[in-house]
Structure formats: structure tokens, C-alpha cells
């Protein structure tokens, strides 16, 4: 059986009388890559600031590599925040040196290919940067961590199409044989779907859907699909 990397028992979180998250029961196996999957406001990025300890639930269990959520295990975890903001003074090399010093795990080898590959050249500086460009840097900073669990809350907002797909074609690659699991929360399900392999979909807060892609899309269709007709036309759909 796989092991899980992210356990939820009826987590539920309020903002006064709204449910970010209601009895929210998850199970994340490891060492996949994971969309996290709905329409604006049903708790992507509540679950994820959950894991990473920002948010605390009202009520439920939460585990995260089998330990509760916060700073004793936050160096094993690599997190891209919705709205992640850069220093304007780096250049790409500059936050690549100072990832270096702070980042636990952050491998500037990695980083180095990454950014080939995603075509970033090392003296640009953040202040000059495109909002695709920032987004790009942000997610090599990221993805050049060798920690166990890497979670990217809208990574490819603001990157144009033709980047897009190549950027997904290389994490493809560079994920391939290594041992670690990605949690991505996206809107661009069309493009990126190929990469996951479990999918989650959330609504209002609550688990509606879950499991491996290869068994959603022989019994539902494509994880696009899902999403058009579960959200459009409601849980009956199904
Ligand atoms: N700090 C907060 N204060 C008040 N309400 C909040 C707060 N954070 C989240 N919420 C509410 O909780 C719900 C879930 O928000 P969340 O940001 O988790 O959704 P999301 O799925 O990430 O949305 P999006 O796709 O738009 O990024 C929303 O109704 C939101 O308004």
C-alpha cells in the first residue's frame, strides 16, 4: 500500500460564518505529482497555508509527513505561496546565492538547469522582470529543493502558453526519477492535467473527488472534463 504524505480527518476552518475548509477528509500518497483542483474560493490555498502550519484548523487532524503541521518540519517542505512576491534588487544569480544560504535543500545545481531550460539569463534583475518571468524564478526556487514535499499554489498564473507547456515538459522530465511529492493548485487544467498523477477535487471547502488520474479518466474522462462537468453542472453529473 502507499504511504501518505498529507493526512486530513474532518479538518474544518471558518472565516466568521464561512467554511474555507468543512470536514475536509483527505488522503495524499506520496511521491506524486497532485492537483489540487476547483473553482475559486473552495480552499486550495486555505489547505495548503494548512499544511505548511500559516493556518491552524478549528477543528480535525491534520498530518503532514506523519507530524503535526508547523516549524519542526517546515525545512522539509518547499512552498509557493498564491501571491509570492520577489526582492527587486536580486538578479537570478543573486537569489539563486541567497537561496543557497537559506533554503534548506536548495540545490543551486538544479536551480542552474532549471533556469536553462526555462531560459532565464542570470544577470536579470527582479525589478525588470515580466510577471511571467517573476513566476518562472519563483518556481525554480522552488523546484530545485531536494525536500520531500514541494506544494505550488498557482504556478504557472501570468506565464504565457507556448512558456507554459514547455515549463510543464520540463518539470515532467526533471521529476521523473526523483522521490518527491508536488501538490499543485491550477486553473490551467487543460494544459497541465498530462503531469498529475492523483488529482483532489475540492468544493466548498469538501473532498468531492479523489484519486489516481489513470482511473479518473477511464471512469470520468479527462480531469478537464471532470472539472467542466462537476462544477457546471453539479455533482449529478456523476
Ligand atoms: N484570511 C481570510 N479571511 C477571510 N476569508 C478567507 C480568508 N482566507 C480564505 N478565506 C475564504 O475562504 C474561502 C476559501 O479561500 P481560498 O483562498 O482557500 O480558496 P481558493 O480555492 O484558493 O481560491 P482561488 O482559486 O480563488 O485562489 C473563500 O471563500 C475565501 O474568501
Redesign the pocket.
Known sequence: MTASIVNCQQITKR??D?H?LDELNVSIPENKIVGIL??????????FRMITGLVKPDSGEIEVLGKRPGSGINREIAYLP?RARWYPNHTVAGAFEWAEKLLPGFDIANAKELADFMEMKRDMRVSGMSRGQEARLMLILCMARNVPLIILD?PFSGIDVISRERIIEGMIDYLSDRDQTILI?T?EIYEVEGMFDYAIF?NQ?KAILSGDTEELRAQYGSMHDIFRQFYRYGKGGF
Not at 38 to 46: A, I, L, V, W
Open positions: 472565516y466568521g464561512k474555507a476547483g473553482p475559486n474560493g473552495s480552499g486550495k490555498s486555505t489547505f498564491d498557482e493548485s486553473h475540492l471547502g
